[in-house]
Nanobody, 124 residues
Framework: QVQLVESGGGFVQAGGSLRLSCSAS????????VGWFRQAPGKEREFVAA????????AVADSVKGRFTVSRDNAKRTVYLQLNSLKPEDTAVYYC?????????????????WGQGTQVTVSS
């Protein structure tokens, strides 16, 4: 079994920054991707960013490109999502997920394991 836990969400004003963490425990995969998704009230879950286990490949949604950066620390079994220049429309619950998919996929169905999410709220 693999468990993922997100942290680092919070309340921030527009233009501010947050750093989200996704920590894994349990069964280890030799090769895997970690993706970030978000879901705002009344909207569908959408892809944000993803990274391959060794950092050799990343994917970022056009809506956040240039503002969000995904990275990882394998020793800590943690993937990070740096959120910069935040906008009110970034307000959502952010989820991390893991799966065996290369290159890192924007399709939620490619990810088998999901965290519980962390709330990001951006005020005007």
């Amino acid at each position: 079994q693999v468990q993922l836990v997100e942290s680092g969400g919070g309340f921030v004003q527009a233009g501010g920054s947050l750093r989200l963490s996704c920590s894994a425990s349990g069964r280890r995969f030799s090769n895997y991707a970690v993706g970030w998704f978000r879901q705002a009230p009344g909207k569908e879950r959408e892809f944000v960013a993803a990274i391959w286990w060794d950092g050799c490949s990343t994917a970022v949604a056009d809506s956040v490109k240039g503002r969000f950066t995904v990275s990882r620390d394998n020793a800590k079994r943690t993937v990070y999502l740096q959120l910069n220049s935040l906008k009110p429309e970034d307000t959502a619950v952010y989820y991390c997920a893991a799966g065996v998919t290369y290159p890192p996929s924007n399709n939620a169905r490619e990810y088998a394991y999901w965290g519980q999410g962390t709330q990001v709220t951006v005020s005007s």
